[in-house]
């Protein structure tokens, strides 16, 4: 074994020994390699003055965590924007902002207002632009308004389209005849509209079963809704040029509208980049603890969005981890976590008080009175910080006995 070997051992050993978390020792690791020649012992003063700031940012027993969280998030919402629109990076993808987006975090709604996925790609296709268009063209929907004209003739009750032949093999760039591509156009009309067509070259020609001017132009709405390509909810992608930090460029895709579980099996995507800002489909596709961590991200996002970057992630954590400790999302409201306490007191004092009181004196319900809220209705001292401590006083005995309680 080197010198060197037994120091980095040595140095191992010191952070090891520390009670640190695993993201901070690894952090010290990183330091202590970036800096180079650290004996053991800076390496041990570095872990444990480390492990000292830790130990001091820690929140102390019996701290109300919920209650400064909630006037930490708070008290800065009341300075961010009404505008429900902003662009968040990308001039062209209009996404929700300011505090409409933070309520529709907390709300937990199903749907966002404007769902939006940003997709990483693979080494193969984030330098190399044109096979980035072969994913963004596997993501985007692609109508027929895209692909070429279509025309009626009322006379003849016919419907025509006429193919864009260089359009088609840009967004068909493995097929590379488009007579076969048109070909797969002309039988997705047949199943989707469920007429008969006739194909000459890439022109396609169909009408109604039987002649009906109705029957006609119901045809053409239909065949203007049809998805030839791509993933019908993902209405248009961006692709940007953006710099990596070692200097290095890569292709990055933004989309209006979001499919997250189907983009994430498509051949190029880096699925262990890609984000999508409706935390129920990161919930469905890659569990509780992936939905936590967007619930975070997006909450920091939107505050750093408003310049409230101040304001300490560990609070947005503990609400993340509030709506998703009993394995699913919950809302923070009544029809959520505020709605389903234990306490009834808590819960009529949130909303629709006349009903909870109600409904827990039918089924005979109890408060133990153990929370802050229902403390402070009933006026008595709430079991948080020095209220929870019990002190009794006694003289202290000078013959070497114990204390009496005189």
């Known amino acids: 074994m080197t010198e060197y070997d037994s120091i980095t051992r040595n140095i191992e050993a010191v952070v090891e ?10 952090r010290v ?75 529709e975090l907390v709300d ?24 980035a268009h072969e994913v963004v063209w596997a993501i985007e929907s692609t109508k027929i308004l895209a692909l070429g004209d279509v025309s009626t003739n009322v006379a003849d009750m016919i419907v025509r389209v006429d193919l864009n032949k260089d359009t088609l093999l840009e967004r068909w760039p493995t097929v590379g005849d ?30 109604p079963n039987e002649p009906s001017y109705r029957e006609l132009l119901q045809l053409v709405e239909q065949l203007r809704d049809v998805v030839f390509k791509g993933i019908e909810d993902v209405t248009r992608v961006v692709i940007r040029k953006e710099q990596l930090e070692d200097d290095e460029e890569e292709f990055v895709l933004y989309t209006e509208g979001s499919a997250f579980g189907d983009v994430l099996s498509i051949e190029g995507v880096d699925a262990t980049r890609s984000t999508c800002n409706n935390i129920h489909e990161v919930y469905k596709n890659l569990g509780v603890e992936a939905a936590r961590e967007a619930i975070i991200n997006e909450t920091v996002n939107t505050l750093e969005e408003q310049g409230l970057d101040d304001v300490n992630v560990r ?23 505020s ?17 909870h009181l109600l409904s827990a004196a039918i089924h005979g319900e109890a408060d133990d009175l153990n929370g802050v809220i229902e403390n402070v209705i009933v006026g008595k001292p709430v079991s948080i910080g020095t209220g929870d401590v019990k002190l009794r006083m006694g003289s202290i005995s000078t013959d070497g006995g114990q204390p009496s309680d005189d």
Do not use: C, W
């Open 17 to 26: 020994d520390t009670t640190l978390p695993r993201r901070l020792k690894d």
């Open 29 to 103: 690791y990183k330091t202590i390699d970036e800096r180079g020649g650290v004996t053991t012992e800076q390496a041990d003063e570095i872990a444990r003055a480390v492990q000292s700031q830790y130990e001091d940012t820690r929140v102390d027993p019996l701290d109300p965590v919920g209650t400064v969280s909630a006037q930490s998030i708070g008290e800065p919402g009341t300075q961010m924007t009404m505008n429900t629109f902003h662009y968040a990076g990308v001039a062209e993808i209009d996404v929700t902002q300011g505090l409409p987006r933070l309520i």
């Open 108 to 131: 937990a709604r199903k749907t966002p207002d404007t769902p939006m996925m940003t997709v990483y790609l693979d080494d193969g296709y984030a330098t190399d632009r044109e096979r």
């Open 178 to 207: 488009s007579d076969v591509i048109a070909a797969e156009i002309a039988e997705t009309i047949e199943d989707a509209l469920g007429v008969n067509t006739r194909q000459n070259g890439t022109a396609i020609e169909f009408g």
């Open 315 to 337: 609070h947005m954590m503990l609400v993340a981890d509030i709506m998703t400790n009993r394995g699913e999302i919950e809302s923070i409201g009544r029809h959520g976590i």
């Open 339 to 355: 709605g389903s306490k234990d306490s009834v007191l808590a819960r009529a004092a949130f909303e629709v008080t006349v009903n």
